[in-house]
């Protein structure tokens, strides 16, 4: 196996480390593997799209998902660093409402594998940072929804330093207890 799985408190989200072979000209990594990913994740479906964001220190983007065509994403960071967070929100989970917090960086070159049913953001630690995910359905705006990155009721502890920068629909995002939900 080319990687390193580390499981999380969620057992459905992994942090996969991928083997890195380097030297005094560079490194290289295998950074998708289907097989390997299936094997390591249990996921036999298909990524459909590649998504690129860059933003700057400070910014935080989420906690984002999709009511219909929920999106199971692998992501990481190709330059900089972000804490990344993770909640389950099925409510037939025992770990509904529960959370995870990850470092990724480009520095590490961790992936998370973030599944349908979850809700997921990130928060940018770095001067700036460009974070890549492959989704395994299309971006549908109209399912849409924001979970409230700051609901007390989460209690997500960010790494924040400041106030962070966030979309208005993230500021808008609903608490976990008015929130649409999956079954």
Do not use: C
Request: charged fraction near 25%; hydrophobic fraction near 40%.
């Amino acid at each position: 196996m080319a990687t390193n799985v580390i499981a999380t408190r969620l057992p459905e989200v992994k942090i996969i480390e991928p083997k890195v072979f380097g030297d005094a000209r560079g490194y290289f990594f295998e950074s998708f593997n289907a097989r390997d990913f299936a094997n390591d994740t249990g996921f036999t479906g298909e990524f459909v799209q590649d998504n690129h964001s860059r933003s700057v220190k400070g910014v935080l983007r989420g906690l984002h998902y999709q009511i219909q065509h929920p999106q199971g994403k692998l992501v990481r960071v190709v330059s900089g660093e972000v804490f990344d967070v993770v909640v389950d929100i099925r409510r037939s989970s025992p770990n509904f409402g529960k959370w995870e917090g990850v470092y990724l960086s480009a520095d590490n070159k961790r992936q998370l594998w973030v599944p349908p049913g979850f809700a997921h953001g990130f928060y940018v630690t770095s001067e700036s940072a460009e974070f890549l995910y492959k989704t395994t359905d299309y971006w549908y705006p109209e399912f849409e929804r924001s979970l409230l990155w700051s609901d007390a009721a989460l209690g997500i502890e960010w790494s924040l330093d400041g106030q962070p920068q966030v979309a208005a629909k993230d500021a808008a995002g609903r608490p976990l207890a008015d929130a649409e939900v999956f079954a």
